[in-house]
């Protein structure tokens, strides 16, 4: 029987609510269970059952021949990928040591300590993280979503940070909406069908990418960008607002700062001028600006990857989110409100605890992001460990290290031979698991405690389905027991997970044996966010107002503008380089059978789409003499890659995509730049890079 398969009442003794994890979406599934084996998945989730093909492969994965089942020591020298079998006593007994060493000689701050895309471990990873005395908590978001929240933040206050969060869904009330960069279908499929019916209800969609997505080819208007070029196509929009007087001047009087300075210096992006910077044509600049200025209410949707994963993605997107702002559809329905938010709890992180110990990884150079954002930069870690400023950082602790994460590989794997101790934590071997000093294997979704708390209110404690497969540990236990070890244990209540939960809860009210009835979840009435919330108490940025002239961003000696700037490496700012490397590569859309670096071990997944493909222009690929399916290699100033082509126009000509992730000679993050980083934020400019491609 197969996954997808619901079996005869008369084939499982049990079926039990449970959760697919294989996303951080946690889409409702019963599973059912014969002698305490798996045998069957069934999606509860009408949106998801029929458009994500993921839940149907999670017992593959949970039963995977490949999957990790006992803790590794490495043999011999690091990186050379061989391993003995060691006991969990055997394995934290070592790592406790050192880090106990290292605390004692060089100071907790010399160990840092890294968390991937997974959300539901973090909050134990950090309490760990600083109940050991680091403030060296670094996670997957140094490099997604945090920098939108930090443009937000900068221009709304700390409220609206989450305003990308809440983008997604379609508002009843809306009239028009502009995705700025998401393909919707494969990235958050959970929408796709409502997108489907607003479009038909008659809702207008203006796309803006620089690929014709299935999305943008049902929207009204599809304006194809050169990548990394966002900045300039908001101020050319905003330029032609503020001409047009298509703002709400209301607004803008009461609530913003620096307008006028920003009517000025948009006078230096008429639409023309951004049609040459950008290669969008002039007339769809100026109809997509009043298209969404007058057809109102309108809302705009951003993402937590395109507008951001550039060097100048902070403020390319602060001008982006200012586009709502100025046209009075700030907190109004139908135009951008802040998000929906999940019941109140206790934080169990000790984040409180960063001010009392020193500077933490990136602090010094991204202090806004730290600061605000209150994690240390994970793209700092490897200048860290170079440089050993301002002090010596010697082990590197990770839940699902991916080197394929950073930029620059090369750099990354040189760099990490430097530890003294490096461990890994995870499902299954990766390229980053080869090269620690230990691997410990966790159990999955369906062997572990999860306590869900969803934005808009519900509570889930999702209970473990099946006995651990071999010796896995739920991550819990492993920071129990490390923490036992450290001297640290009664954070971790000794180890009982149920007490933590009861903390959690605490401000709800609501109690384990109540969650425990009702293993569908317990929704708890959240408040309703009001519209134009801020009449009462003002934004909560330093000024009260929305600060086109951001107070923070000056007082850091950064500009207070949203301004524009070039890609480091483009056709327009490196045209020397551009010779050499003529094509624009962008790295990282989504796929509906993958979660970034993973699942590719599973067969019915990674038959939907075998190979790493390089998506090029026909244009582009007739030059080069390549055709659909010929072996590419795609080469920067950093290194190369391998790849096959995909000869498509759905691609702006001039411009590659490469996806993100795939291990080895096709990680496309062998071609990025590590060192010329978003100066306010620390992300990688993973989609403005320059290339050339060639055929093998
Ligand atoms: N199936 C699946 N879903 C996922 C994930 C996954 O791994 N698999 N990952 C999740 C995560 S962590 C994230 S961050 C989100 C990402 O969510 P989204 O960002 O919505 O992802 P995509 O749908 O790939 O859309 C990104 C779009 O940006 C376009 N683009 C590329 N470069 C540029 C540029 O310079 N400017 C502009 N304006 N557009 C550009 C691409 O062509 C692409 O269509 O997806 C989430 N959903
Ligand atoms: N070139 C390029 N690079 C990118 C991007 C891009 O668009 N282009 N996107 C960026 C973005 S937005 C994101 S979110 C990141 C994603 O990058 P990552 O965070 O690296 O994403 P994953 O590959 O999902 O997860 C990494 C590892 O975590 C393990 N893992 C999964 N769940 C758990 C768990 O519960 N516990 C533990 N311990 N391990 C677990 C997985 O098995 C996997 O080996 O990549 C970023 N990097
Ligand atoms: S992988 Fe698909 S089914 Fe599983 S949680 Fe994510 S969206 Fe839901
Ligand atoms: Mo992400």
Not at 36 to 47: F, N
Not at 598 to 626: F, G, N, T, Y
Request: hydrophobic content about 35%.
């Amino acid at each position: 029987m197969t996954s997808k398969e619901i079996p005869e009442t008369s084939e499982y003794d049990k079926a039990v609510l449970g959760a697919c994890y294989m996303c951080d979406s946690y889409c409702p599934t019963k599973i059912f269970i014969k002698d305490g084996k798996a045998i069957g998945v069934e999606m509860l989730d009408d949106k998801i059952r029929g458009l994500c093909p993921r839940w149907k492969a999670q017992l593959d994965f949970v039963y995977h021949k490949e999957r990790l089942q006992y803790p590794l020591r490495k043999v011999g020298e690091r990186g050379a990928g061989k391993f003995e079998r060691v006991s969990w006593d055997e394995a934290l007994g070592a790592i406790a040591d050192k880090l106990l060493e290292l605390k004692e000689t060089l100071g907790p701050e010399s160990v840092a300590w890294y968390i991937a895309y997974t959300k539901e471990p973090r909050p134990y990873f950090r309490r760990l993280v600083h109940g050991y005395g680091s403030p060296n908590y670094t996670t997957e978001t140094s490099s997604c979503f945090s920098a939108g929240w930090l443009a937000a933040t900068l221009n709304f206050g700390k409220e609206y940070g989450y305003l990308l969060g809440n983008s997604r869904a379609i508002d009843p009330a809306g009239k028009t909406m502009m995705v700025w960069s998401s393909g919707v279908r494969e990235s958050s499929p959970h929408y796709w069908n409502d997108y489907l019916e607003a479009k038909k209800r008659g809702l207008k969609f203006i796309a803006v990418d620089p690929r014709r997505t299935r999305f943008a080819q049902m929207a009204d208007l599809h304006l194809q960008l050169r990548p990394g070029t966002d900045g300039a196509l908001a101020l050319g929009m905003l330029n032609v607002i503020i001409n047009n007087n298509l703002y709400d001047t209301d607004f803008v009087t009461k609530w913003t700062t620096g307008f006028n300075e920003l009517a000025e210096y948009v006078q230096e992006f008429p639409p023309e001028k951004v049609s040459k910077i950008t290669r969008v044509p002039e007339d769809l600049i100026i109809e997509a600006a009043f298209l969404f200025a007058k057809n109102k209410p309108s809302k705009i949707r951003t993402s937590p990857g395109a507008t951001i994963h550039h060097q100048n993605g902070v403020q390319n997107t602060r001008a982006i989110l200012l586009i709502p702002a100025l046209t009075g559809n700030i907190e109004v329905p139908g135009g951008n409100r802040i998000s929906p938010v999940a019941a109140p709890s206790n934080n169990i992180t000790l984040k409180e605890k960063l001010s009392e110990m020193p500077p933490g990884i990136g602090s010094q150079r991204f202090p806004i992001f730290t600061n605000l954002f209150e994690e240390m930069q994970a793209n700092s870690i490897v200048d860290q460990i170079i440089s050993s400023d301002p002090y010596p950082v010697k082990a590197l602790i990770a839940a699902g290290l991916n080197l394929q994460f950073f930029a620059n590989y090369s750099r990354l794997t040189k760099t990490l031979k430097k530890l003294d101790l490096l461990v890994n934590i995870d499902y299954f071997h990766t390229p980053a698991t080869m090269t620690s000093d230990f691997v410990l294997p966790i159990s999955t979704w369906l062997e572990r405690d999860i306590l869900v708390m969803k934005p808009g209110g519900l509570i889930r404690w999702v209970k473990p389905a099946i006995e651990p497969v071999g010796e896995t540990w739920p991550e819990w236990k492993i920071y129990a027991e490390l923490a036992k070890r450290l001297g640290i244990g009664e954070l971790f209540y000794d180890g009982d997970i149920t007490k933590c939960f009861e903390y959690i809860l605490e401000p709800t009210g609501i109690t384990l044996d109540e969650l425990s009835a009702k293993p569908e979840g317990i929704l708890y009435t959240v408040e309703k966010t009001k519209v134009k919330q801020y009449e009462g108490s003002g934004f909560s940025t330093p000024s009260g107002k929305v600060e086109i002239w951001s107070s923070i961003l000056e007082e850091n000696g950064y500009d207070p503008l949203p301004t524009y700037k070039e890609p480091l490496e483009s056709p327009l700012s490196t045209p020397d380089l551009a010779r050499r490397y003529p094509l624009v590569l962008t790295t990282g859309v989504r796929t509906i059978s993958y979660t970034h670096s993973q699942h590719r071990k599973l067969a019915k997944l990674r038959s939907m789409v075998p190979d790493p493909l390089l998506e090029i222009h026909p244009d582009d690929a007739s030059v080069r003499r390549i055709r659909t399916g010929d072996n590419v290699m795609v080469f920067s100033p950093r290194g190369e890659v391998f790849a096959k082509a995909n000869v498509t126009d759905i691609i702006l000509p001039g411009v590659v995509h490469l996806p993100h992730h795939w291990p080895f000679e096709a990680n496309a993050n062998i071609l990025c730049d590590d060192i010329n980083l978003d100066p306010i934020s620390g992300f990688p400019a993973f989609k403005s890079q320059l290339c050339q491609v060639r055929k093998q």
